[in-house]
């Protein structure tokens, strides 16, 4: 069973100026007008959303149907660019882990992962006492994704009102936002590196091999940066 009082606590910690399920709407909005545009239903673009629920995987579907992919050529594309979360959930299932929480609610857990409730809960699982930090992610995902289903629902509907311009500037708010908090993060040696490295790198691989310049170049600078953090000492 999912403890109410730690659910409903971390559904509503979205709320806030500051909140990334804000820059998270804003992106599917116009993903949700993109279901339209690409022939999808209200029905499908709405399940698409609850299934796929993180951005790039979603842009990844979209486009493949676009080109006319088979489902096997979708579901390896959208399998392969959501592999990035499982960084996420290396770090952040250990401090959600106990003994009294049965694993059938670890399955239901990784569903949210996402880096708009990957940063709320790293802000804010200390406050929450481990027996049920679980129950609180859960209701962080739950948030996440509730934003994301009916920011797609409402892109849906306002489609014939928003022009291309329009659909890319709502889509990369969310990419936009998290450049900021990673800058923002920048308190160690390691995280500046990355960051920097990362953006050096990923520009410099560009000019190799396009398609794979963001790949190559996080994990030569992650790479950089870990051994640059060992060196001294962080």
Avoid at 137 to 152: E, K, M, P, Q
Wanted: charged fraction near 10%.
């Amino acid at each position: 069973m999912i403890n109410t009082k730690y659910f409903l606590k971390g559904f509503v910690s979205i709320k806030g100026a500051d909140s990334p399920a804000i820059a998270l709407a804003a992106s599917f909005i116009a993903i949700g007008a993109l279901f339209k545009t690409i022939g999808l239903n209200i029905q499908e673009s709405i399940f698409s959303t609850f299934l796929t629920y993180a951005l790039p995987g979603s842009l990844i579907m979209a486009e493949s149907l676009i080109v006319g992919a088979s489902l096997l050529n979708i579901f390896l594309a959208v399998w392969l660019v959501n592999a990035r979360l499982y960084p996420m959930t290396v770090s952040l299932f250990p401090l959600l882990t106990h003994k009294s929480q049965p694993k059938l609610k670890y399955y239901l857990a990784c569903h949210f992962i996402a880096v708009s409730a990957w940063l709320i809960m790293k802000e804010n699982y200390k406050s929450v006492e481990r027996k049920y930090r679980l129950d609180f992610w859960i209701g962080v995902g739950a948030a996440n994704l509730s934003v994301a289903v009916s920011a797609t629902a409402f892109g849906f509907f306002i489609a014939d009102y928003l022009n291309k311009d329009m659909m890319i500037g709502l889509a990369i708010v969310n990419p936009v936002y998290f450049t900021c908090v990673m800058v923002g993060a920048m308190k160690t040696i390691q995280m500046s590196s990355a960051v920097i490295l990362g953006s050096l790198f990923g520009i410099m691989f560009y000019f190799v091999s396009p398609e794979w310049c963001i790949l190559l170049g996080g994990f030569t600078a992650g790479t950089f940066a870990f051994f640059i953090g060992e060196l001294n000492g962080t």
